[in-house]
């Protein structure tokens, strides 16, 4: 849970943050990039990270994963440009990559599919404390002291982590050679990472029709191309094709894709609307952000109960039905900004995220066994952050299309309007796709049970 926190309050923290960013360092039009570097490079460390916990244990990748984050926190801490700040990001994101994963890979190999239940409501408690803190922080240390101590609040978090996990979590693990797929990494990463390129600066840096957005584009297909060609010949794969062979993980990786584009497009622009049309401080923009998830919890918690009544198909289904409320209310409401019904908007779309992303994942989770609970959790977070990233990057592209037609641009609060309701229009595009994949999913599952073969954990 102490882990989990990690990542949490850092998904939240920076949001209410950017206004005053941007002020002291500059690079507005760049500031997505804060988002997306991250979440690219939690994306694509992420398949590794799983493999490498399915051959060496949990333990010491999420160890790796927390100390890369401290690093990356004290350096952006420490920051003097935009570039910079990307740069160091990009750091903490490929930290980010081991602790989520992990830490729900180490809930899975603990507990049964019915105590997951209960434990996933747990983890997702800390989400929703984060939702308060982050935001609450993230306003006080920008309006307050510095936005440099929403980087600096994650090391003593950190450690305290590192000291928990070393002194309280023991596995054994069979240890055998393994093959490393590096190539089938280095694919994925240039392919993602030139798509997202392209989409971030298309129609700004770029013209959409320019030399570099096509080529950009045409090279990272290519490449995702050449990654599944590598990944079909690969002794062991770092993102095996059976994962999206089964309908299950298929579609519940589809879910998480599409739960991943909500999520950040609504913590990435609630803040700066709010702030922007309503002259809110940035600490009160935090607090109605921090309404997304807390109605996650509250319905997570029940989604245990409910799921073992009526499967996880229906519940997913009920949860995401939700999700599609809550942008779609923001989207008919933004024109008449308000801190109270952005809020409740947001306490809609937690409560349906909370009905769908745990049960989701538990699905995937209990299909398989433990030696395979690695990468299937790994490629369920995976999907997540691929789509946030790359909903980041739409949005991005979306809003600032937008804000170019205006003159004053971010600082012209009906700009800013127009370009945050033409992206909550976007999101409720990505939760209605959500909702056909939802539907997708297979209407029973089936649990894979080997004691003998899962190592020893405590």
Avoid at 27 to 44: C, E
Avoid at 307 to 327: D, E, H, Q
Wanted: hydrophobic share 55%; with cysteine; charged share 10%.
């Amino acid at each position: 849970m102490v882990t989990t926190g990690l990542v949490a309050i850092d998904s939240t923290i920076l949001a209410t943050a950017v206004p005053s960013i941007v002020n002291d360092i500059g690079g507005f039009a760049s500031f997505p990039w804060l988002f997306s570097i991250y979440l690219l490079a939690q994306a694509v460390s992420v398949p590794l990270y799983a493999k490498f916990s399915d051959m060496v244990g949990r333990k010491p990748i999420i160890l790796i994963g927390i100390s890369l984050f401290l690093l990356g926190s004290v350096l952006c801490g420490f920051a003097w440009s935009m570039p910079a700040l990307i740069a160091f990001r990009a750091l903490q994101g490929l930290g980010a990559g081991a602790v989520q994963p992990m830490s729900i890979t180490i809930a899975g190999d603990i507990y049964t599919v019915a105590e997951r239940a209960k434990t996933q409501a747990y983890l997702a408690s800390v989400w929703a404390v984060s939702s308060v803190v982050g935001p609450t922080l993230g306003g006080v240390f920008s309006q307050f002291l510095s936005w440099r101590w929403i980087f600096f609040v994650n090391v003593p978090l950190c450690i305290v982590a590192i000291v928990l996990l070393v002194r309280v979590f023991h596995e054994k693990i069979e240890r055998s050679k393994h093959k490393v797929d590096y190539l089938g990494a280095a694919t994925l990463t240039a392919a993602l990472s030139l798509l997202i390129l392209a989409v971030l600066e298309g129609g700004n840096a770029w013209a959409w029709n320019s030399v570099q957005s096509i080529g950009a584009f045409a090279v990272g297909a290519a490449l995702l191309v050449a990654f599944v060609l590598v990944e079909r010949r690969a002794a062991e794969p770092v993102l095996p094709l059976w994962v999206l062979s089964r309908r299950l993980l298929l579609t519940t990786s589809l879910v998480s894709f599409g739960t991943g584009a909500i999520l950040i497009g609504l913590t990435s622009y609630v803040p700066t609307y709010l702030e922007k049309t309503t002259n809110a401080a940035p600490l009160v923009a935090g607090l109605a952000l921090a309404a997304l998830t807390i109605g996650w919890p509250i319905s997570a918690s029940q989604a245990g109960r409910l799921y073992l009544r009526i499967g996880f198909r229906s519940t997913v289904l009920i949860g995401m039905s939700l999700a599609v409320i809550g942008p779609v209310a923001l989207t008919l409401t933004s024109g008449f900004p308000s801190v109270f019904l952005a809020a409740a908007c947001c306490v809609v779309t937690g409560l349906g995220m909370g009905l769908a992303v745990t049960p989701s994942l538990i699905a995937a989770q209990s299909s398989v066994l433990w030696n395979e609970r690695g990468v299937v959790t790994g490629t369920n977070l995976f999907a997540r952050s691929v789509g946030s990233a790359i909903g980041v990057a739409i949005f991005g592209a979306i809003a600032n299309g937008v804000l170019s037609g205006f003159s004053g641009g971010e600082n012209n609060p009906h700009a800013v309007q127009t370009a945050s309701t033409a992206v909550f229009v976007a999101v409720a595009v990505a939760a209605i796709a959500t909702v056909a994949a939802a539907f997708a999913m297979p209407r029973t599952t089936t649990e894979a049970v080997a004691p003998s073969a899962e190592p020893a954990v405590s």
